[in-house]
């Protein structure tokens, strides 16, 4: 047995033919045969039965093929460890981006990786700062860019760039057009926000409560645009970063008002796992976020 043999079972399991797996393979389909046959015999029992339109796995095929997979992902990781640890970062890096981010972010992050480091793959994963945290926690993500409110990020968390929070509005709306807004004419608003745990939630009801304002969350949603289009639906308002609403604001479908007294500063921070070591490919994406969240977040027009 060796992994040529493991791969091509792979392939036939999944296009389900001989012949299919052996146009992939650019090989003749005896070879295929002839490779399933001598797996077949070293196992002792047959891994695949034949249909009438190609073959599946037999029973025997379907108690071991779980462990062929995990053989192979672990030969994979394998080497793209060995490519890392000889100088060229290499290898998948599996980062978090809030939503807002995301659109504006990721497109300029790939284009540079692909022309300054086109062994590293990205496998990005857009949420809430919660959900983030989350999934960082559990060593799912190596890196997350995570807003962060109140006094300031966490340990280990670098700030990237910090931006303002605003009300948004259809611009029908009688609070539309002004420049600032008091968190007091927040009271009874009809609002469309995240569920709760949420950054958000916790330091509006903070302040609602040191205020004695009535937050009137009316709609709880964990999708960016479907807040977005609620609010242009006028049916509710939003409270996002200007970064999350440019677009639709400079063409006048949305409106943006600073909220102020107090204002809403969100941090943006960088989070790195503490569940394993970075790879030199994550060590080099974390370098390529320091230097394009801070210049996304003060340019959001770009």
């Known amino acids: 047995m060796n992994l040529k043999q493991l791969e091509t079972v792979a392939l036939v399991a999944e296009v389900g033919s001989l012949s299919r797996a052996a146009r992939s393979l650019g090989i003749a389909q005896s070879l295929v045969s002839r490779a399933i046959a001598q797996i077949e015999a070293e196992w002792g029992d047959r891994i695949f039965e034949r249909t009438g339109r190609g073959v599946v796995l037999s029973e025997f095929g379907q108690r071991i093929f779980p462990h062929v997979q995990l053989l192979l992902a672990q030969s994979a990781r394998l080497r793209d460890e060995v490519?890392?640890?000889?100088?060229?970062?290499?290898?998948?890096?599996?980062?978090?981006?809030l939503p807002s981010m995301a659109p504006r972010l990721i497109p300029t992050l790939f284009e540079n990786l692909r022309a300054t480091a086109p062994g590293v793959r990205l496998r990005v994963a857009e949420g809430f700062s919660g959900q983030l945290d989350e999934e960082l926690e559990s060593g799912h993500l190596d890196l997350a860019v995570i807003n962060r409110y109140g006094p300031g990020p966490r340990q280990g968390e670098d700030v990237l760039a910090e931006v303002a929070t605003y009300l948004i509005c259809a611009p029908g709306h009688p609070l539309a057009g002004v420049p600032t807004v008091p968190f007091r004419k927040l009271d009874g608003l009809p609002l469309v926000l995240p569920p709760a745990p949420n950054g958000l939630r916790s330091i509006l009801d903070q302040h609602a409560r040191q205020l004695g304002v009535s937050l009137d969350v009316a709609l709880e949603v964990e999708s960016l645009n479907t807040m977005k289009e609620v609010a242009l639906a006028g049916g509710a308002l939003t409270i996002l970063p200007i970064l999350a609403v440019d677009h639709e604001v400079a063409a006048g479908r949305l409106s943006a008002v600073e909220i102020v007294e107090p204002s809403l500063p969100r941090t943006i921070a960088l989070g790195v796992t503490r569940h394993h070591p970075l790879s030199r490919a994550a060590?080099?994406?974390?370098?390529?976020?320091?230097?394009?969240?801070?210049?996304?977040?003060?340019?959001?027009?770009?």
């Open 83 to 97: 490519k890392d640890a000889s100088g060229v970062p290499f290898g998948q890096v599996r980062i978090g981006v």
């Open 283 to 302: 060590r080099l994406v974390l370098a390529r976020l320091h230097e394009l969240v801070p210049e996304v977040a003060s340019h959001p027009h770009g």
